[in-house]
């Protein structure tokens, strides 16, 4: 079946720099993409979305990129911070689908 | 606050018994869904509706029932609990069933023995 995935289940960057999250996509249909972050003990958190309309989205040191020539998603986060250590989740939403695919997570580990 | 409220947050069960985990949301929010999350598998969909009265299966119903009787409340019962059913339990709903911004409530750990 169709599904979303990680190529990196653990990723650890020193406080300040920049973190990229990525994420790959199989289904071809898929039209809305979601990053979720979910701390430790706790249910996912809406983060940023992005419909395949577009490539790029910002929020607050977040940026989404989507390349749908390679089916490829990917998380930037800005100057990362200790309460930014979580497993970050990308998800699609192929058009008037009634679920969300998730993938597996990536660890994102933040040193001090 | 608005959000989503799960109980309990953890149990405990022995194999074979009926256990039913409630969902209760407090946004209006037209669909709502039920997930498991297992290590390394991320979350996979259990059952969903898309309007009070309406249900439907997702990626893995089999040992789960689910209802809607209003628009606040989606109970998940495992009628007979086994040891595979061992995980954590998210509940999530979004305004429209074309899943714009889930939100999740805090999950139940739910450890079946």
């Known amino acids: 079946g169709e599904s979303v995935g990680l190529h990196l289940p653990t990723l650890s960057v020193q406080e300040g720099d920049n973190s990229i999250i990525n994420c790959a996509y199989s289904n071809s249909a898929s039209d809305y993409f979601i990053w979720y972050k979910q701390e430790s003990g706790k249910g996912p958190q809406f983060i940023i979305d992005i419909r395949s309309n577009m490539d790029k989205r910002q929020g607050q040191r977040v940026t989404v990129l989507l390349n749908k020539t390679v089916k490829h998603l990917s998380l930037q986060i800005a100057a990362t911070q200790p309460g930014d250590s979580a497993v970050y989740f990308c998800a699609e939403n192929e058009e008037y689908g009634n679920k969300l695919v998730f993938g597996a997570g990536t660890i994102l580990r933040v040193k001090s | 606050i608005a959000g989503i409220t799960q109980a309990p947050t953890s149990q405990i069960l022995a194999a074979g018994r009926r256990m039913t985990l409630r969902c209760t949301q407090d946004?209006?929010?037209?669909?709502m869904y039920w997930y498991r999350q297992d290590l390394g598998l991320g979350l996979r969909l259990i059952h969903y509706?898309?309007?009070?009265?309406t249900t439907g299966k997702g990626e893995v119903p089999d040992g789960y029932s689910v209802s809607r009787a209003n628009t606040d409340d989606f109970p998940l019962t495992l009628a007979s609990a086994v040891p595979s059913q061992t995980s954590v339990y998210f509940c999530?709903?979004?305004?429209?069933?074309w899943g714009y911004g889930y939100t999740f409530g805090s999950g139940t750990r739910l450890t079946v023995v």
């Open positions: 999530a709903s979004s305004r429209e069933p």
């Open positions: 946004m209006r929010h037209n669909a």
């Open positions: 509706s898309n309007t009070a009265g």
